[in-house]
């Protein structure tokens, strides 16, 4: 496919995924990265849809899928901080900015030491990765991904045990 076929399919259709986003999101930023993020992905398989009649059907659901994956990866992300320490604990500790910064030093330090097939996992999953893309990245089972993930959760909690009521 050219490069100005590609730039005109994007132009034209760049204003109704932006107003499509806003059913998403109500953050311009947010709007701006969603649309962004939706033609990256879809780039390599965009010169199959140019002039296709279903072509903003199928740009919106993959914005769609980029929307649902970003929230599950912060609905994780807070999970996982939640069981790492409780909210009112947390919300005690951080009215002082001094001990808040400790507490979350003690965390990182926690992160730091696990072991590091368990570090890998539990970091790509922090980042948003699902478990079979870290299984194809680490070229193990997802199983073993579960696993790591696991042990690496149970060990943070028998290390970061202080902090919990």
Known sequence: MSAQLLNTTIEQNQPLLKRIATKFTQDPYEIEELVQETFIRSLSSLDRFVNHPKLVAWL???MRNIYINNYRKISR???I???LTHTSHFEQLSSNSSESKFVMTDIQNAINNLPKDYYIAFTMFMEGFKYQE???HLAIAEGTVKTRIHMARK???KNLKVYRK
């Open 60 to 62: 919106f659901v993959i």
């Open 77 to 79: 992300y807070r999970t």
């Open 81 to 83: 901080e939640s069981e």
């Open 134 to 136: 870290i299984a194809d």
């Open 155 to 157: 060990i943070l909690k």
